[in-house]
């Protein structure tokens, strides 16, 4: 039974909540989203709520444990009720947010939220901005763990990983050498497509290259070779900050400006229509990254941009999407081999996009999830009947536990003592030359 969340200014509901959700119209877009009350699908009845068992299929189920196919006489995988029915001991967990980026508010309101939510589950939780009190603070108070809820910036690009490594502090995502991979959609793209997977054609421009070349050239060539409606976004970002359609060469040079009002690049692709999806990947145990149920995104817009994913009301998610089980499960093969691909950790939402003929195309990958009242995780989480905090108190044990992230610098930055330069010298008596072998 498909159920929809609208987003509201609070969560304050259930799965089993049962409430009236606006109508919601305009077609599904090339963007990303967001939640917060349970009511029915436009096209059913009254929902009745059902146990997570139930509602994940077998072939599901498999790809929530293992990715791997589950034979007919299999028992049915592990629900995530029972995945995370073990409460970790109470730690002390340090939450960073805020930071000095365009997505500093929101960033507060996500490390706001998550630190009430791990307080509601035991652990003791300090808040502290990415600031010059930051390392005098880890060197005297040496937490349990770290939970990065920056948005943007040095967050996401591995700057803060790379001085939690330094100060071997256990903390929950993507490890520094490949938050880059992610952060940066020109990189993510390119490991996707040489994968031979699918992902709109693009084109990536420095802001720079419009005053070398000059910009009615570059915008000609842009034209020729992708065609419209295009989407512009920055190439480095989140929150969909900068982003916008042109669905003309005159919409061209203003969503242009939009996008290197946030950043140096711009991330130029073709805009396709069809039905977005939000794919949570998590690994909460030891059998690898599973995938919380599906969200579709349907913005009030053609995208979803910043508006849309923080204004209470303004988007509605369907879970499950109205799409076949079928399509759904190329989403969720797309989901895992991104995580993979990109050398993902612990969580992160996997944004994908299913055309007109059903296939799924990769769009972008975010370390850094939003956990706002109004973001698209809480849908997920509820859906897969967790909380916010159970979900993240099992992933900050098994990070404590398994120390995964307490590495020298030395040994996170792989760095090596140059060897010495060798020098020409002549043979020795036995023909050999020093200092090779």
Known sequence: ???????????????????ACRASGGAPGHGSTHPNRWAPHPSSGAPTAKPVADQITERTAGSLANHAPIPGSA?????????????????????????????REISLRSGSR???????????????????????WLIQHQPDAAVIALHGGEGESGDIQSVLELMGIPYLGTSSRHC????????????????????????TLAHSTFGDLGAKPVLAAV????????????????????????????DLPSALVGAFSYGESALIERFIRGTELAVTVVQLDDTGPQVLPL?????????????????????????PPTITEDVSQ???DLSLATFRLLSLRDIARIDILID???????????????????????VAVARAGLSIGSMYSRLIGLADRKGAHRTRATESVHWRKPAPAVRNRKPDRRGRQHGRR
């Open 1 to 19: 039974m498909p159920l929809v969340w609208a987003s509201t200014p609070r969560m304050t509901a259930t799965p089993a909540d049962t409430s």
């Open 75 to 103: 028992p049915r995988a592990p629900t995530y009720d029972q995945t995370v029915s073990t409460e970790d001991h109470p730690r002390h967990v340090m939450v960073l947010a805020g930071g000095l980026t365009h997505e």
């Open 114 to 136: 998550l630190a009430d939510a791990l307080r509601s589950v035991g652990h003791e939780v300090t808040v502290l901005e990415p600031n010059a009190e930051l390392l005098p």
């Open 180 to 203: 880059p991979l992610a952060f940066d959609k020109t990189i993510a793209k390119s490991i996707i497509h040489q994968a031979g997977l699918r992902t709109p054609p693009w084109i």
């Open 223 to 250: 034209s020729e070779r992708l065609g419209f409606p295009l989407m512009i976004k920055p190439s480095m970002g989140g929150s969909a900050l900068g982003a916008s359609v042109a669905a003309t060469p005159y």
């Open 295 to 319: 969200v579709e995104i349907r913005p009030p817009g053609d995208i979803l941009d910043y508006e849309s994913h923080y204004t209470a009301g303004s988007t509605v998610y369907y879970s």
């Open 330 to 332: 190329s989403a969720v």
């Open 356 to 378: 007109s003929s059903g296939s799924a195309h990769f769009l972008e990958a975010t370390t850094s999830p939003g956990l706002t009242e109004t973001s698209i995780l809480n």
